[in-house]
């Protein structure tokens, strides 16, 4: 049972450092999302604290100034966040504005700056997320049923036609021109590219091909695909190989190829019927290619019919055996027979490899037109090529077989070799055939247009719709079947036997097989992470120790002490005490330290809310005083009256008060 991996691991696509990775499950990767939220806003409140330090020991000086700049300090120096502090900010500059000169110049840039700041940070709050973005949408998947997978003629069946249909919808849905993303979210790369050529030099003998030695081949080349970025096997740049695959088809003729007879064996079913047979090799033991009842182009009323065959470029190992003028000693071949049988068009087909220009007449003006021959063929070339990415040195493009001659002059080191042989196992069971092979009519594109054996007509390059749709099934059977490396085989049939990875470097293609991020994971970039941490930590450590240390510098260096002192006696508690101390409420000590404290054990201070002048409180002697006036009467009680008063407009001192 393949799962993905949750943990450490390195994308080596990105390198050592960038591709340094942790994959979590979707708590874990929630809760470590939440937490580094959390931990900017707060690195956001500290460099506002920084900000504030900043600015407070900018505007600090020796001398006296007026009432508006030493609130703007109080605020500095004792807000929390840059929220709390454009608003009391912004509050002072209305309350300031007919009291002071320039009131809202002076305070407008220290809003601002509030401002920025928590729009920055509130942005880097969101943003931290990124960090999963900074890691790609990728984790390395594992399995205990990692290996390569072999199997016989008997499970052959068994595992092809399931790989084969896999891959078709892959195929369709990932790399045609409507592609479904949520599909297509599987492999390292969605879809591997290719070229195309359609003026390519026909690859076989000029008197076969359909055009002789026009440019009129269609070929389709991958490039030079990588094992790391394209096929998603995690590895060095060291270790890494390079591999391409060059297809090239071609519609043949037909004419001077095929001989036909009658069947004359009175105990046979066909008895009368007229049979084809293509003349391109021998197939097996039989002397002829392949055999077609020219009756069902008659009276079967059947659909098309597609039949494939392969041969590899080395002699004995298929059992088909291409006629010289198809054999090619540097490639493998694959041959498609097109059988029309029934199938009637509304308009000419000019398409070589379906051409039907005859026309059928049904009475009453209208006419069809059917396929020019019984049977249409066209043949292709597929060649290979590794590369060793760091040397530069390459095979030459040639057969599969032929492939282990050249494999001493690539210098492949261990993990390169390994990774050769598993690339070098899936191309022998990926050949454009097999994308035929189990699917047979259903294969072809064109099958989808028929209503009933009607079809509406067909372009004049349909030949090659067709061999690109087979190619991109074989493209995606490669991602495929890379992957079913390191997750093994859906089912296991009968006859088929999973080599498991018989030394460390199999073994670390086990365990570094790359696909995209599925469901119930995330993805963090470890340097994203620790830029955040380690950044946050410092500003959040340069936040609480500032003003302890350039206080203390101050003081040693003796310059400009006042301005740490300044910052000290702003704080809140150093403003409260002086509050306290200046009413005469209790003794105090650490007049300069962060928290001043009464000398007297559990001293009690402030008290007497009841008394105070609820327009302009105090704490001291005076609104003790206004508590008395209002017992014997000298002030108005009306909380609306202006302070202590005796006489209307004149204000009674607490002396005066204690005298009465």
């Not at 209305?94 to 305070?107: C, N």
Request: some cysteine; aromatic content about 10%; charged content about 20%.
């Amino acid at each position: 049972m393949a799962s993905t991996y949750t943990g450490p691991w390195i994308n080596w696509s990105r390198g050592r450092i960038l591709g340094a990775t942790i994959t979590l499950d979707q708590q874990d990767g929630g809760l470590l999302t939440a937490f580094l939220a959390l931990f900017v806003s707060t690195a956001g409140a500290a460099t506002w604290k920084i900000t504030c330090y900043g600015l407070h020991q900018m505007r600090a000086g020796p001398g006296p100034s007026d009432g508006l700049h030493h609130q703007q300090q109080a605020i500095l120096c004792n807000s929390a966040t840059p929220v709390g502090a454009s608003w009391q900010l912004t509050q002072l500059t209305w309350y300031w504005k007919d009291r002071v000169a320039k009131p809202y110049t002076r305070t407008l840039p220290l809003i601002a700056l509030a401002v920025i700041n928590l729009t920055l940070f509130a942005v880097a709050s969101v943003f931290s997320s990124e960090v999963t973005q900074g890691a790609g949408h990728e984790t390395l998947v594992r399995s205990g049923d990692c290996g390569f997978l072999l199997y016989g003629e008997d499970a052959k069946v068994e595992m092809i036609v399931p790989d084969t249909l896999a891959a078709t919808s892959y195929s369709r849905a990932c790399y045609g021109a409507a592609r479904e993303p949520l599909l297509c979210n599987q492999y390292a790369q969605r879809r591997l590219g290719w070229t195309t050529n359609p003026n390519a030099t026909c690859p076989f003998a000029p008197e076969l091909c359909m055009y002789g030695d026009a440019p009129t081949g269609y070929e389709m080349d991958t490039g030079l695909l990588n094992s790391q970025e394209d096929l998603g096997i995690n590895a060095p740049d060291s270790d890494r190989v390079q591999y391409r695959k060059v297809t090239t088809c071609s519609p043949i003729h037909t004419r001077g190829y095929y001989e036909e007879y009658n069947e004359t064996d009175v105990s046979r079913q066909q008895y009368g019927d007229k049979f084809r047979r293509l003349m391109y090799g021998p197939m097996g033991s039989r002397n002829y290619t392949y055999s077609y009842n020219t009756h069902g182009a008659i009276v079967d009323n059947q659909g098309y019919s597609l039949f494939t065959l392969f041969s590899h470029a080395a002699a004995g190992l298929s059992a088909w055996t291409p006629i010289p003028e198809l054999n090619r000693t540097d490639s493998d071949v694959s041959l498609f027979i097109l059988a029309p049988n029934s199938i009637r068009y509304e308009a000419p087909v000019k398409d070589p490899f379906f051409s039907a220009n005859l026309p059928f007449d049904l009475g009453e003006g209208e006419t069809l037109y059917v396929a020019d021959h019984y049977l249409d063929v066209m043949a292709c070339t597929e060649q290979h090529q590794y590369c060793n990415p760091v040397t530069s040195e390459c095979t030459p493009l040639t057969a599969f077989h032929r492939l282990g001659h050249y494999l001493p002059g690539l210098r492949l080191n261990f993990p390169q070799r390994y990774t050769y042989q598993r690339l070098e196992l899936i191309s022998l069971h990926n050949a454009i055939y097999q994308s035929v092979l189990s699917r047979g009519a259903k294969a072809l594109h064109a099958s989808e247009t028929l209503v009933g054996t009607l079809n509406m007509g067909l372009p004049d390059n349909q030949w090659h719709i067709e061999v690109s749709e087979w190619f991109s099934v074989s493209m995606a059977k490669l991602q495929q079947l890379v992957v079913q490396y390191a997750t093994g085989p859906d089912e296991m049939p009968d006859g088929a036997i999973l080599l498991p990875p018989s030394n460390q470097w199999e073994q670390n293609m086990c365990e570094n097989q790359i696909i995209r991020s599925q469901e119930g994971t995330l993805s963090f970039s470890i340097l994203g992470v620790a830029i955040i941490l380690v950044v946050g930590s410092i500003l959040i450590f340069t936040s609480l120790v500032i003003d302890t240390v350039v206080g203390f510098l101050r003081r040693r260096l003796r310059r400009k002490s006042y301005k740490s002192l300044q910052w000290t006696l702003d704080e809140k508690l150093q403003l409260q005490r002086m509050a306290f101390e200046g009413a005469g409420h209790g003794h105090w000590k650490g007049g300069a330290d962060v928290v001043p404290v009464t000398t007297k054990w559990g001293e009690q201070l402030g008290g007497g809310l009841e008394q105070m002048d609820p327009k302009h409180p105090r704490v001291g002697m005076r609104d003790l005083a206004y508590g008395a006036a209002q017992e014997t009467g000298a002030v108005d009680p009306d909380p609306e009256s202006e302070g202590l008063t005796g006489k209307k407009g004149m204000r009674v001192s607490a002396q005066d008060v204690i005298n009465d």
